[in-house]
C-alpha cells in the first residue's frame, strides 16, 4: 500500500539547535513528497516539495528537506530552530489513481522549540 | 482577502441532526476537496471537485453528501450526525486535476462537536 509515516510524534529541540523531523515514504514509481505545517487552530501551510531534481529542496520560513532515495525518506530540517517555529509538522505524498491523484498525509510531529 | 474561507468555524449540535459546512476560495482553483482531522490529528481525504465534478470519493459514509455549485464554491452536508463525526473539516483547493505541484491551500477548518 501507498503511505507515508512520521515516526515520531513529537520533536523537542532548543531554540537556535539544528532540528529535524522524520518521514519515511511507499510508493510505487517516482514519488512526489511535501511537507505542510499547522500552526494551532489553522489551516495547513505549504512548506516544500519534492518532484525531481536536487535533492535538497528549499521551502519557506527557512526550512529544507532531503530526498533520499534509497532510504525513501524525506527528513524536514532547519538549521537553527525558532520558538515560532513550534507547530504540526505533516509530511504528504502523491498517491496515483486513474484520472486523477490525491495527498496522502502522515500522522503528524508536533515541534516544540524551547526558548 | 481570505484565499479558502469556511463556515461555521465551529459547530456544535446533537446527535441525529442535520448539518452543512460552506466553503468558498477565491484563488480561481479548478479543484476543491474536504477533509477531515480527527482527534488525534489524522488527516483523511473525503472527496474531491474538479470545476463541478467528482472526482475524488473516499469510503466515506453517504450520510457525508458534497455539492459543488460551482468551481469557487464546495459545501458539506451531513445527514444524522454521529458521535463519531465530531472533528475538524478542513477545505482545500488547488489548481488543476490533478495535485502534480502539490500545493494545496487549506481553510482554517470547521470544527464539528456532536453531543
Known amino acids: 500500500a501507498q503511505s507515508v509515516a512520521q515516526p515520531e510524534d513529537q520533536v523537542n529541540v532548543a531554540e537556535g539547535n539544528p532540528l529535524t523531523v522524520k518521514c519515511t515514504y511507499s510508493?510505487?514509481?517516482?514519488?512526489?513528497l511535501f511537507w505542510y505545517v499547522q500552526y494551532p487552530n489553522r489551516g495547513l501551510q505549504f512548506l516544500l516539495k519534492y518532484i525531481t531534481g536536487d535533492n535538497l529542496v528549499k521551502g519557506s520560513y527557512g526550512f529544507e528537506a532531503e530526498f533520499n532515495k534509497s532510504q525513501t525518506s524525506f527528513h524536514l530540517k532547519k538549521p537553527s530552530a525558532l520558538v515560532s517555529d513550534s507547530a504540526l509538522y505533516f509530511c504528504?505524498?502523491?498517491?496515483?489513481?486513474?484520472?486523477?491523484?490525491?495527498?496522502?498525509f502522515g500522522t503528524g510531529t508536533l515541534l516544540a522549540v524551547q526558548p | 482577502d481570505t484565499a479558502v474561507s469556511q463556515t461555521p468555524k465551529y459547530l456544535v449540535t446533537q446527535m441525529g441532526n442535520d448539518k452543512s459546512i460552506k466553503c468558498e476560495q477565491n484563488l480561481g482553483h479548478d479543484t476543491m476537496y474536504w477533509y477531515k482531522q480527527d482527534s488525534k490529528k489524522f488527516l483523511k481525504i473525503m472527496f474531491s471537485y474538479n470545476n463541478k465534478e467528482l472526482i475524488i470519493n473516499e469510503t466515506v459514509p453517504n450520510r457525508f453528501s458534497p455539492k459543488s455549485p460551482d468551481k469557487a464554491h464546495l459545501n458539506l452536508h451531513i445527514n444524522s450526525l454521529e458521535l463519531g463525526d465530531s472533528a475538524v473539516y478542513f477545505c482545500?483547493?488547488?489548481?488543476?486535476?490533478?495535485?502534480?505541484?502539490?500545493?494545496?491551500?487549506f481553510g482554517e477548518g470547521s470544527r464539528l462537536t456532536v453531543l
Open positions: 504528504a505524498v502523491r498517491v496515483m489513481g486513474g484520472a486523477t491523484n490525491k495527498l496522502i
Open positions: 482545500a483547493s488547488s489548481h488543476g486535476r490533478t495535485v502534480a505541484t502539490g500545493e494545496l491551500f
Open positions: 510508493v510505487s514509481g517516482n514519488p512526489y
